[in-house]
């Protein structure tokens, strides 16, 4: 399949059937990607922070760790990943968070709206977004649990590869916020590839 | 409003109105009770960990946080705490949990089924129950991210008292799993309160 380019501030989603692998690239660097994943026979079945932390043991998934779903199956695998860093912790960016963290800035619908948009034909509701796995995205948490947003550390052309372990229907952005991605609203490039080692 | 006694091993859930008070005692010490809380007149709000990391800006909640929906509105503030350490990473433990965790034990429904039970005559479905806020859990994060599931630091008599900022029901259990208690299965008290300083 050819590379698809999600343009700046907006989102997609698409099904990615058993076996095949997702690559998602930040095309020029420094860009973070909300992905969501629902078992497309049933979509109450999604991805669930909470039941991945709980099987992998680990708030930090990268190479080898699995996303699981709330319904205790895994749904993705990572197969491949060149930077290592990202987040299960937050929530997609939407109007409140741009209300909350930009008071003084325009109000965008953020990732929260754009997943919102682009899941809605396959039967998905707003209220049934959970958590996104925010994929290059910067968030360490402190000794004391503190959390902050910091730039992605993703170069140009860094790359995360996931097969899929049951069909699935995807949502994925190219990021919305001031804070996940430094300021600078970029693209950001996805392609499904069929079974293959990995 | 009297001492309420969750067995061993169970749940209860309960309509919380705005205003009240719900004060959760740990009566023999070392015990954990995974509370969810949904809006009482539209269901799909509920509690989210995510949005709630997001607004309170720390994973380690203890008076003077919120707890907050998926629809970025406060449903509890936490008013009193005498233990401070409770987990929001995990997911209630269930049938699928045992087998993971404790493939030598007997399986049992676990909290997810004790709540699932408990709020189905509220019209909550299995596949509703989020990440519950796991009240005296001791989940420790290292800076590698790795997770820990210790016995709770709470003593005898510890309590944490919450006050709703919206009309709720609310799912409480005694834990089930052996990690989260020691081991020991042991009882939860809750009561609610009128409004009241605090």
Partial sequence: MNMTRIPPRSGAAFRLLKGQFLEVIDPEGGQVSDLLAYNADDVRECLSN???FDYEETIRLSEGNRLWSNRSRPMLRIAHDTVGSHDFLLTPCSEDT???????????????GNLAEALAPFGIEPDAIPCAF???????VDQAGKIEV???????GD???MQAEMDLVIGLTACSAYASNGGSFKPIDYRVLPDLPG
């Fill in 50 to 52: 909470g039941r991945t």
């Fill in 98 to 112: 741009f209300k909350h963290f930009y008071p003084d800035k325009p109000v965008h619908r953020g990732c929260f």
């Fill in 134 to 140: 925010n994929i290059f995205m910067n968030v360490p």
């Fill in 150 to 156: 910091r730039p992605p550390t993703s170069k140009a």
């Fill in 159 to 161: 790359v995360i590869r």
